[in-house]
Every structure is written in C-alpha cells, then in structure tokens.
C-alpha cells in the first residue's frame, strides 16, 4: 500500500482516499489495482501486459495514452547505477508520467509550485500519473527492485528535462521503513 511522506510536517497518509485527496492539489491521481496477477518472477514483459490488459486499456482510453511498455529493475541489471542516474536529479516532463507497479517497490518525490515537498512510496496494485511539468525525481527501495507498466503519449516516450535545482540532494533516496532515518538538516 502506498504511503506519503511530507517532510517539512513529518506527517505521513496511508489511507488510499487521504492519499488520493491529497494528491488531487498537485493534479496527481492515484489508484489501487487488487487484482492477482499470478505471475511469477520471471514473467516476460509481454506476459505482464497481457496479465494487466484489462486496466491498461482502460487508463489508455481514460488518458488518450498511445503505447505501453514494461520497465524492469532488479539489482543485477547492467549499469543500474548509471541509468537510476536519468531519474533521481529534478526533473519534469512534456507529457504525463504514468506508472502501475507490479512488482517490488519505488519513491517519487514530489516538487509542487503550490505545496511542500513530498514523497510517495509506491508498491504493488499503486497506479500514478505525474502530470507534464511537475517536477519530480524517482528512487528505488533498499531491494533496488521494482516492475512497472508504463503508458505514454507520444511513442518515443518521454525525456526528463532537469531543472538543476538540486532539491534531491535534501532527501534520503531509500523507501521509509522502520530502518529508515532522516539526514540531519
């Protein structure tokens, strides 16, 4: 289940409706998927498409979303390093960042013009849509694991734009956890 973290109030929301009231300000929707998918860890990425037809479809029509991939990060991928690198600097983009997880665990982090900033925790069944010029940056969990659909706009997908701000570098880039502890500010 997802859970938000604002950081300047220490206050966090697990409730999906509080989750997704709040997201609402920042024009963000959230949604929760419980269906069981009863794949293994293995599956193949058309094998989760085809798993998860149904809801993508649906988000697709409901965004006027063209195409859907499957983005999947373990720990032993090649240059993980480098390519988490791409995501967790500030960034926004052109058209809609939309996720649905399927597997393990991420946190976005959330740069609102009208609010604090705040992070998200996502995890299995959790759908997001980062609007287009929201400005954001992605990390993974301790586990360095997570498997996602992604739905785009426009067929070459999308590109960060960075904003050069540097507000990533105030906050832990591990999920919150019992383990976790926050940087001394």
Same mark, same amino acid.
């Given at each position: 289940?997802? +859970?938000?973290?604002?950081?300047?109030?220490? $206050?966090? =929301? &697990?409730?999906? #409706? !509080?989750?997704?009231?709040? /997201?609402?300000?920042?024009?963000?929707?959230?949604?929760?998927?419980?269906?069981?998918?009863? +794949?293994?860890?293995?599956?193949?990425?058309? $094998?989760? =498409? &085809?798993?998860? #037809? !149904?809801?993508?479809?649906? /988000?697709?029509?409901?965004?006027?979303?063209?195409?859907?991939?499957?983005?999947?990060?373990?720990?032993?991928?090649?240059?993980?390093?480098?390519?988490?690198?791409?995501?967790?600097? !500030?960034?926004?983009?052109?058209?809609?960042?939309?996720?649905?997880?399927?597997?393990?665990?991420?946190?976005?982090?959330?740069?609102?013009?009208?609010?604090?900033?705040?992070?998200?925790?996502?995890?299995?069944?959790?759908?997001?849509?980062?609007?287009?010029?929201?400005?954001?940056?992605?990390?993974?969990?301790?586990?360095?694991?997570?498997?996602?659909?992604?739905?785009?706009?426009?067929?070459?997908?999308?590109?960060?734009?960075?904003?050069?701000?540097?507000?990533?570098?105030?906050?832990?880039?591990?999920?919150?956890?019992?383990?976790?502890?926050?940087?001394?500010?």
């Amino acid at each position: 289940m997802a +859970l938000i973290t604002i950081r300047d109030t220490k $206050e966090t =929301l &697990e409730d999906p #409706q !509080e989750i997704s009231k709040f /997201l609402e300000q920042f024009g963000i929707w959230f949604r929760r998927f419980e269906g069981s998918d009863n +794949l293994g860890p293995d599956a193949t990425n058309e $094998e989760i =498409l &085809e798993a998860y #037809q !149904e809801p993508i479809q649906k /988000l697709m029509k409901e965004g006027g979303y063209v195409t859907a991939d499957v983005i999947n990060i373990t720990s032993e991928v090649p240059g993980l390093q480098d390519m988490l690198n791409k995501f967790n600097r !500030e960034h926004w983009h052109s058209e809609d960042e939309v996720r649905f997880i399927v597997h393990g665990r991420g946190l976005f982090h959330i740069n609102p013009e009208n609010g604090p900033i705040f992070s998200i925790e996502v995890v299995k069944g959790d759908m997001i849509n980062v609007p287009e010029g929201t400005h954001h940056w992605f990390d993974l969990c301790e586990d360095r694991t997570i498997r996602a659909i992604r739905l785009f706009q426009e067929k070459a997908g999308w590109t960060p734009h960075y904003t050069q701000s540097e507000a990533e570098q105030i906050h832990m880039p591990l999920c919150f956890g019992p383990a976790f502890i926050p940087p001394a500010v």
